[in-house]
């Protein structure tokens, strides 16, 4: 009874699991090695659009507004055109660092698959390619509770499921059994539900609430986003709407 006790104690150790705030990739890179199968968010965390209009930000204010499909509707419109800018400058680096070194990396976003072919150039625009050692090279549809999910390219497109619950889906569909999981999210309730749905399958693991674009968040300008939805067709950069606002 003793040695099992201390068996199912020991495994509960090697499973705990943390979760580390922190406002730097260097911080997430340095917590990576050989064993880590690395997950990353892609809005606020990898790239963000260069101006207001778009923005994660934007889209969760509209959302309250107006409703998710209106909001949706039009984030889509959005995002088929606008540029973007990494976070971080060194973030592209950084992936293409670990791609040299063999570590396999893919993100997990809650984008929807009908915006899977502009993600993949947004993402090239600054330097990433997440297929290059992506944990699959086909294309795969997945089953989730709340949609279907589609992966390709090294992106899981979660859509409306729950991050956690998807990447349990993808990971048991394809038989991948990490050794370790590093997961970096900007969004606490995603780095949560990573959190508890690879501890209830005993695959260690780590996760970073990451900060770098909270104060963009924190000053967000509805005003300013108004302005260039109201020009949309071509975008206006967050200098020139306030220039109009004035």
């Known amino acids: ?70 909001t949706l509707s039009k984030w889509l419109e959005v995002q088929k055109v606008t540029k973007v800018k990494p976070i971080e400058e060194a973030t592209p680096s950084m992936i293409q660092r670990l791609q040299e070194q063999g ?6 976003t809650a984008r929807p698959t009908e915006i899977a072919n502009a993600t993949r150039a947004q993402l090239k625009s600054v330097g990433i ?42 990971l048991t569909t394809t038989g991948i059994h990490p050794e370790r999981v590093v997961f970096t999210d900007d969004k606490a309730k995603h780095t949560g539900t990573v959190d508890a749905a690879l501890n209830a399958i005993g695959i260690p693991n780590l996760e970073f609430r990451y900060g770098a674009a909270d104060e963009t968040v924190k000053s967000y300008d509805a005003d300013v986003a108004s302005i260039q939805l109201q020009y949309f067709g071509g975008i206006l950069p967050d200098e020139a709407a306030q220039t109009l606002l004035k």
């Open 103 to 108: 570590i396999t990396i893919m993100a997990l």
């Open 1 to 70: 009874m003793g040695k099992v006790f201390l068996a199912v104690a020991l495994l509960a150790t090697i499973v705990q699991a943390q979760t580390k705030e922190t406002n730097t990739m260097r911080e997430v890179e340095g917590a990576i090695d050989s064993r880590t199968f690395a997950v990353f968010d892609i809005d606020n965390t990898l790239i963000s659009p260069s101006q207001t209009l778009g923005s994660d930000q934007w889209f969760e204010a509209q959302v309250k507004l107006q409703g998710f499909d209106k």
């Open 129 to 170: 390619d997440l297929s290059r050692t992506a944990p699959l090279a086909s294309s795969l549809e997945i089953e989730g509770k709340d949609e279907v999910a589609r992966y390709e390219g090294g992106i899981l497109f979660a859509g409306k499921n729950q991050k956690g619950a998807i990447l349990i889906k993808f």
